[in-house]
């Protein structure tokens, strides 16, 4: 009678542990059960690794620059007087003062600051019909002096942007 005491008592106690352990995989694989996890005192918890954020990289930016406005801003003949600038004539003999402006796409100026300070000017055709000098400090500007009448065209490029003035030496 002890021996069938004592065989139950070790039966309850094997069924307790197994129902602590959970039943086994029917494949009779690892058990995915949960497990127990106990800290020690003292011990520190590690802290997860942080995961680096990736660096945003600058996005291009469009060029500000929609058009180049090349023109007269000033028309002086010998003895006063001159034709209008928006006329685009430069009489032979007069003087002519032209500039190239960056604008952007509503029409107003691009401030210098947001465009490249290098500029290119051409004469695209009529280079025997005016003179041409630069503008000391001016380099947007040129000082022209009309020679022989005919059309000309002078182009001035910024920031990969050209513009064109198509004006005239009259008589």
Not at 109 to 123: A, F, G, K, L, N
Not at 156 to 166: D, E, F, I, N
Request: charged content about 15%.
């Amino acid at each position: 009678m002890k021996f069938v005491r004592m065989r139950m008592a070790v039966a309850v106690v094997l069924m307790a542990f197994a129902g602590c352990m959970g039943d086994p995989p029917p494949d009779g694989g690892v058990s995915t059960a949960p497990s127990r996890v106990s800290s020690v005192a003292g011990a520190s918890t590690p802290a997860p690794t942080p995961v680096p954020t990736p660096v945003p990289t600058a996005v291009p930016t469009a060029n500000p620059i929609s058009y180049v406005r090349v023109g007269f801003f000033g028309v002086n003949c010998p003895g006063g007087g001159g034709p209008d600038n928006a006329e685009r004539k430069l009489p032979v003999g007069c003087a002519g003062d032209v500039t190239a402006t960056p604008k952007k796409e509503d029409g107003t100026d691009v401030h210098s600051r947001d465009h490249p300070s290098e500029i290119t000017w051409e004469m695209m055709h009529g280079e025997r019909l005016v003179s041409i000098y630069d503008v000391p400090g001016q380099p947007f500007n040129k000082h022209l002096i009309g020679r022989v009448a005919g059309p000309f065209m002078l182009c001035a490029t910024v920031g990969g942007v050209m513009g064109c003035l198509s004006a005239e030496v009259t008589p």
